[in-house]
């Protein structure tokens, strides 16, 4: 599948960029990618038969096991990745990869149509306003994997202890700690920790990507970070100043994320059979049902 190295959106939602700014950017992406990636294929090499349709499909890295980069090639892998080529395989579709450096960014990048999916381990049942927020922006796929979340602490730390194995939120007030900016995560530290008065605002950081958020962690800069649990156990596995200290039980749904109204890769809303969510919500139940998702699942989660 192809990937393109175009240069993302800003943050503008985080900066406060107003939406018509935001969606020229994101358009002017959308164009790039689309002429850099829509004809590559039989018809440059003169050979005859059906041209695939591309769809472009954004993503955050790193994020693994769900997307990340193979640290000797370079190349997008992970479970989100395996599931939209194999969705995309089924659909004759011409994949092309967008890789956003900022959640915020991507998040703006699939309401104003720069690129026609995400595939970032999107939660789509967030509560209350969050949760509105995203039914108003985004319209999303069936659900391919449910998770919690997860308290990551540095080893051998005790300024963070949870007594049994789900934290509560009193046991994490008071606290330091680092999150990605937009997630569940942010918004679960903000509305148990920072809009209950239990934790100041001022003792959470927020950024755009995972690594910053680990690093401020393991440079001693806060006491502890909470990111999705399937996450967590992928960096505690790589990184042995990591450990968990517990879980959060939040029942997380994700999913593959469109435009409001599913315009699908041609952005016209009036034509259903262009519509990209009927066709991903097909090619997900058929690869349930022979067997090829669960085969994608045990190669990344075990």
């Keep these: ?3 393109e190295s175009v240069a993302p959106p800003p ?12 969606a020229l950017i994101v358009i002017v992406v959308a164009l790039i990618a689309f002429f850099a990636g829509a004809y590559v294929g039989a018809p440059l090499l003169g050979l005859t038969g059906p041209q695939k349709e591309s769809v472009v499909v954004g993503t955050n890295t790193p994020f693994p096991p769900m997307e990340y980069r193979d640290p000797t090639t370079n190349a997008l892998i992970g479970l989100d990745i395996d599931l939209m080529n194999e969705i995309g395989k089924r659909n004759n579709w011409n994949i092309v990869w967008q890789d956003f450096q900022d959640w915020d960014a991507l998040l703006a990048a699939i309401e104003f149509q720069g690129v026609d999916v995400g595939a ?6 967030l509560p209350g306003d ?10 999303f796929s069936d659900t391919y994997y449910e998770a919690d979340q997860a308290v990551l602490i540095k080893a051998g730390s005790t300024a963070v202890d949870c007594a049994a194995a789900e934290c509560t939120a009193a ?13 569940s995560s942010y918004w679960w530290v903000l509305g148990n920790l920072v809009d209950t008065a239990m934790t100041p605002e001022t003792m959470v950081s927020d950024f755009g990507d995972v690594n910053s958020v680990v690093q401020e962690l393991t440079n001693d800069r806060v006491q502890w970070v909470l990111v999705d649990k399937p996450i967590a156990e992928k960096l505690v596995q790589g990184n042995s100043q990591l450990e968990i200290a517990g879980t959060i039980e939040t029942d997380e749904l994700y999913a593959f994320a469109v435009a409001d109204g599913d315009p699908g890769a041609d952005g016209d809303k009036a034509t259903t059979g262009d519509r990209l969510l009927p066709k991903i919500n097909s090619a997900l139940a058929a690869m349930k049902a022979d067997g090829t998702f669960d085969q994608i699942a045990d190669k990344w989660l075990g």
């Design 1 to 3: 599948m192809a990937e």
């Design 11 to 22: 943050a503008a939602m985080k900066r406060g960029m107003g939406g018509a700014m935001v």
């Design 120 to 125: 970032s381990s999107i939660t789509s049942n």
């Design 130 to 139: 969050q949760g509105a927020a995203r039914e108003a922006a985004f319209d």
């Design 171 to 183: 046991e994490l007030a008071n606290h330091t700690v680092a999150v990605q900016t937009l997630t």
